[in-house]
């Protein structure tokens, strides 16, 4: 045969070879999606017909559509079928998965329990985290395994779920929970430390302030008379000074002290502790001709010292903040009020009670109406009025712990109101 006619036939040969390739390609795939149910092929002795007994055409285009990994076992643990997606799964073709023992997809150190896995599934449906290979690569799945019926015979389905995504997001949400914990240290430390820095300053600070405090006064009583007008303007602000620094100290440390969770809730009886503030305001009250109208107040459950230091605040400024030239009236009521009445972020099955502390005294913008609790806050000169700028912050660190709300409105020259949500019970003060 010549050279050029063998080349001829080769390439015959071979293109005979691509084209039943692509034909037994294009067959599988049928199978695969479910467009054949059988198969007519020809052999020694004729023509003959095979069923496909797992063949359902719905069945077989879902499974093949799904994201998840699916295969059928026989009772060896032969891999009877598989999806395209498991076989892209342990990164092999699907020709080397089918008539393949699953487990050798598993990880060593997982197959002996998954045998027991899997022995135990004929009997009762299971699910089970594996590790399974690819290409020498891990991959972290679920596995769930049921019996499955099919023109008689008992197979074995599973369901392979690539857990990647999911373990990924575990890591970052243990990595997150880690970080949250480390900051939640830090800031009982930084807690802890505030507090040690404010028994420092209620003993340490105040003993040299307190020295400042009574020579200023020794020197305007003994020599009060030898001091020149300047000298006494000087002493004059040393004393003002250091009774607003001790202020500061004071307020300082109540409010750090508010930070410790060692509040217990009692009973308090919100009327008799009002009483008893206007007792200490009486000579006030009397300079300032003060007009306060109290109504019937609840009794409620809560820190009492805590919440006398609310009401105490909010009545001396209503009594500070009083319009020059007339009478300050002062009106204090309380009525019951549900949470989804008031459209605010309160504990729906909670009772509260509404406590208004109203004034006719100079009032202020409504837009300070949320900055005035903060620390430090002050809408006023000290030359005007006196204070600390923490009252008013001390007040909300109470009522929140007290799982309360407090909230301000005003207007400047119309006075002020603040009202204060306290549910009638506590469960625990934070």
């Known amino acids: 045969m010549e050279p050029q006619s063998s080349i001829h036939t080769l390439q015959a040969e071979i293109d005979a070879l691509k084209t039943q390739l692509e034909e037994a390609n294009d067959t599988l795939d049928a199978i695969r999606t479910g467009q054949i149910d059988a198969l007519v092929v020809k052999g020694d002795d004729g023509h003959a017909l095979y069923t496909l007994r797992s063949a359902d055409h719905t069945y077989r285009i879902f499974v093949e559509e799904m994201t998840e990994g699916a295969v059928t076992l026989n009772a060896a643990g032969i891999i009877l079928f598989s999806n395209a997606q498991f076989a892209a799964m342990v990164r092999q073709p699907l020709s080397k998965v089918l008539g393949c023992p699953f487990i050798q997809f598993v990880a060593a150190a997982d197959r002996p329990l998954f045998e027991q896995v899997l022995s135990a599934a004929w009997q009762d449906s299971a699910k ?3 590790v399974l290979l690819g290409d020498m690569e891990s991959l972290p799945v679920q596995l769930s395994l049921k019996v499955l019926d099919f023109d008689g015979d008992k197979t074995l389905s599973m369901i392979i779920t690539d857990l990647t995504q999911q373990k990924k997001t575990e890591e970052e ?14 800031l009982l430390s930084s807690n802890h430390d505030l507090q040690q820095f404010a028994s420092v300053a209620s003993h340490d600070l105040q003993e040299p302030l307190r020295k400042i405090q009574v020579f200023s006064n020794f020197l305007m009583e003994r020599s009060y008379h030898a001091l020149t007008d300047s000298s006494k303007q000087y002493i004059d602000k040393i004393i003002s000074a250091s009774n607003r620094m001790k202020t500061l100290i004071v307020d300082i440390l ?7 969770n060692d509040a217990q809730p009692g009973v308090v009886n919100l009327q008799r502790l009002v009483d008893e503030i206007l007792e200490d305001f009486d000579l006030k009250i009397v300079e300032q001709h003060a007009v306060i109208d109290v109504g019937e107040l609840p009794v409620v459950e809560g820190n009492r010292g805590q919440l006398r230091q609310v009401f105490y605040n909010l009545l001396s400024n209503a009594l500070k903040f009083s ?7 002062i009106s204090v009521t309380a009525k019951p009020v549900k949470a989804v009445e008031l459209g605010v972020a309160l504990l729906n099955e909670e009772e509260y009670c509404h406590i208004s502390i109203r004034d006719n005294g100079i009032g202020f913008d409504e837009k300070f109406a949320y900055a005035i609790f903060s620390l430090f806050e002050k809408l006023h000169h000290k030359s005007t009025f006196e204070g600390s700028g923490i009252g008013l912050a001390i007040a909300k660190k109470i009522i929140d712990k007290h799982h309360g709300l407090i909230i301000a409105k005003s207007a400047p020259g119309k006075g002020s109101e603040f009202s204060i949500i306290l549910p009638l019970k506590q469960t625990n003060l934070r």
């Open 254 to 260: 109540t409010y750090s002290r508010l930070s410790a």
């Open 173 to 186: 949400l243990k990595h997150k929970n880690e970080q949250l914990e480390a900051l939640n240290n830090a």
């Open 323 to 329: 319009t020059p030239g007339s009478k300050p009236y």
């Open 128 to 130: 089970r985290e594996e």
